[in-house]
């Protein structure tokens, strides 16, 4: 299969999966980018919202709006830079952490009872894929 194809195959199938997880959840539920952040943050630790723009792959703009939002609900926080008083850090918040945590379970719980109509050998397969999806995300 050329890689034209296959791109245009795993676009459809991706597309349709977080399509899918995202209706799971209420209106007025944190974004798909919000919770991006969100992992991030919790993941890596406090960082800087030109720093957050950059490894999310957003622009300085969009990144601004997404913590903005963020920060009106409680979920982070917003700190000088303890080396450069000029510079601001963001921090997840408890409340933060919650709530992904809380979303996080959701869709975990969601793709578990689907995963359970699949066979072992087709989960094991799903599961010998992840390194591959892994790189491809980051090469995009």
């Given amino acids: 299969m050329d890689a034209t194809a296959l791109a245009g195959e795993l676009r459809l199938a991706m597309g349709r999966i977080v399509r899918r997880l995202r209706q799971a959840h209420a209106v007025g539920d944190v974004s798909l980018s919000g919770v991006s952040v969100?992992?991030?943050?919790?993941?890596?630790?406090?960082?800087s919202p030109g720093s957050l723009a950059d490894l999310e792959r957003?622009?300085?703009?969009?990144?601004?709006?997404?913590l903005a939002g963020l920060a009106?609900?409680?979920?982070?926080?917003?700190?000088?830079?303890?080396?450069d008083g000029r510079r601001v850090?963001?921090?997840v918040t408890e409340e933060g952490r919650a709530v992904l945590e809380q979303r996080r379970s959701e869709s975990v719980s969601r793709l578990a009872h689907a995963l359970d109509t699949f066979t072992p050998p087709e989960r094991q397969a799903l599961h010998d894929v992840l390194p591959l999806l892994e790189r491809l995300a980051e090469q995009l």
Avoid at 38 to 47: I, N, Q, Y
Wanted: hydrophobic residues 40%; proline residues 9%; glycine residues 8%.
């Fill in 38 to 47: 969100l992992a991030r943050l919790s993941r890596t630790g406090p960082d």
């Fill in 58 to 66: 957003v622009r300085p703009q969009a990144m601004a709006a997404t």
């Fill in 72 to 83: 009106q609900r409680g979920l982070v926080s917003r700190g000088p830079d303890a080396a």
């Fill in 89 to 91: 850090i963001v921090s």
